[in-house]
């Protein structure tokens, strides 16, 4: 993403210290994993959508369509509960085999 050096950088970091944890952990059971989400919806994405429809002159609706989710196959904001229950699946019983992974729940970004 341009014009965004900090935030890309400190996600690259996130995702080798998770990595190096998982290395580290897993003789003790200890399990590392990334949740890379796309846009979710919550307060400060709500008013991105407004000052960018805005400084734009566009309305919020292009803003989602043409701007946010133009690279993504799934046309919506991620949920905040859809990324606490990828979340809580992680920390469960049933991905205790799962470490050193990106989970991306970005509507098939990534994909494309």
Same mark, same amino acid.
């Given at each position: 993403s341009a014009?965004? !050096?900090a935030y890309v950088t400190a996600k690259?970091?996130?995702?080798?210290l998770s990595k190096v944890a998982a290395i580290e952990g897993a003789p003790h059971g200890v399990t590392s994993n990334c949740v890379n989400p796309g846009?979710?919806?919550?307060p400060l994405v709500e008013g991105q959508i407004r000052d960018q429809a805005a400084a734009h002159g566009i309305s919020e609706d292009d803003?989602?369509?043409d701007v946010m989710l133009a690279r993504s196959p799934v046309k919506r904001l991620l949920e905040a509960d859809e990324?606490?229950?990828a979340v809580l699946w992680l920390c469960g019983p049933?991905?205790?085999?799962?470490t050193g992974a !990106?989970?991306?729940?970005?509507?098939?970004w990534t994909a494309g």
């Open positions: 014009f965004k !050096s690259h970091a996130l995702e080798g846009y979710v919806r919550t803003v989602l369509s990324v606490a229950a049933h991905s205790g085999y799962l !990106s989970l991306p729940l970005d509507g098939g």
